[in-house]
């Protein structure tokens, strides 16, 4: 099997037909919707897959880190949301932003928020993240008395700018079917409606930001959202082609592993393709064993459709176990290259750190 992609180990694949085909129609939905566009920049993290957007016309990020926040800051984006609870001890870093972005970040606690007013030493805006059934973190959206608390910290300290509310309604994630997803997008909008009406009076210009793959992906109105911070849909992945999210000609990035031992007794394949590579992350399915990855057709340029029957079951460190077909076995041989699609590609992408693309560039994740 011959590759224009040379593959001597483990090596990450984009499509950037596809990636660029996934930034425009998620910017062109968010345009259609009349909502703000600020992709979540934590699933590709790198500068040339960055540029995509903004010739998408993206102004506004997302980021998770403050160390990903300062990376894209000096890559020329210059106003950031920092999507993760802010952690005070970075003190220096958050008002080192401050001093050249605009930079928002994120409170869930009122010992947050106090701390932040305590540190800042240049304007930041805040949101406020709350918890519409993810139960990750955030203020429930029903606890209208810790909300309140929260706001009344920061709505006197002329650092900071009380912008709106947030969520990640993540438990779209677990969803197993679009209708399931739409009935989550439906609830977080409701819940964030209450929210907005019991707040626009006393803060007129506030703005609600929602961002989840599957809910921005199936839906085409977001009701009282202002902006839209989806991020995994640049690649999608298994995760997201289960539950109805895209198909699998939608997802742009896969991992090419070399077959190192072939089993005829177990109807198994290892391939060099492990953890440390893809991460551990699975979907649990009953009575079978965990999905790890989908293996496709492979072909030299990229890949082609998905292969029934052979997936990869297992991983350690840098093993991976494919389950497989007899007639996809009497065709493989050890030294030939699999074609899997990751189960979750944000770490997968993390992990491997370098996108290689069919003409021989590349594209670094930081």
Not at 341 to 357: E, F, G, I, Q
């Amino acid at each position: 099997m011959s590759n224009i992609i040379p593959v001597i180990e483990p090596t990450m694949v984009l499509n950037e037909e596809i990636c660029k085909s996934n930034i425009a129609r998620m910017a062109q939905k968010a345009k259609a919707a009349g909502v703000t566009f600020r992709p979540h920049f934590k699933t590709h993290q790198s500068r040339e897959i960055g540029e995509w957007f903004r010739a998408s016309g993206v102004e506004k990020i997302t980021v998770s880190s403050l160390n990903m926040a300062m990376k894209f800051a000096e890559w020329g984006w210059n106003d950031i949301t920092v999507a993760f609870p802010v952690n005070c001890l970075e003190h220096e870093k958050i008002n080192a932003l401050a001093s050249k972005i605009r930079l928002n970040l994120l409170l869930v606690h009122s010992e947050g928020a106090r701390q932040l007013s305590e540190c800042l030493k240049y304007p930041v805006g805040v949101y406020l993240g709350v918890d519409t059934g993810y139960h990750r973190d955030g203020v429930d959206a029903n606890n209208y008395e810790k909300i309140d608390r929260i706001i009344n910290i920061v709505a006197p300290d002329v650092n900071i700018k009380f912008e709106g509310f947030l969520t990640h309604a993540g438990h779209t994630y677990h969803a197993r079917s679009k209708e399931e997803i739409m009935q989550i997008h439906k609830d977080n909008l409701r819940m964030l409606k209450n929210i907005k009406e019991r707040y626009i009076d006393r803060y007129p210009q506030l703005k609600i930001s929602i961002g989840d793959t599957p809910s921005c992906s199936l839906a085409d109105r977001f009701g009282v959202a202002d902006e839209i911070r989806p991020g995994n849909f640049v690649f999608y992945d298994v995760t997201q082609m289960q539950i109805g999210s895209c198909d699998w000609y939608n997802i742009a990035m896969a991992v090419k592993c070399p077959v190192v031992d072939i089993n005829l007794d177990r109807n198994e394949a290892v391939i060099y393709g492990g953890g440390v590579h893809f991460s551990k992350e699975y979907i649990s399915r009953e009575g079978d064993r965990p999905l790890y990855g989908l293996v496709v057709e492979n072909h030299s340029d990229y890949w082609g459709d998905v292969v029934p029957g052979v997936e990869v079951v297992s991983l350690s460190q840098e093993h991976g176990v494919v389950r497989c077909t007899d007639e996809f076995l009497a065709n493989l041989h050890v030294g030939d290259i699999i074609t899997v699609l990751p189960v979750h590609s944000c770490m997968t992408a993390d992990l491997m750190k370098v996108y290689h693309m069919n003409d021989g560039r590349t594209a670094m994740h930081i």
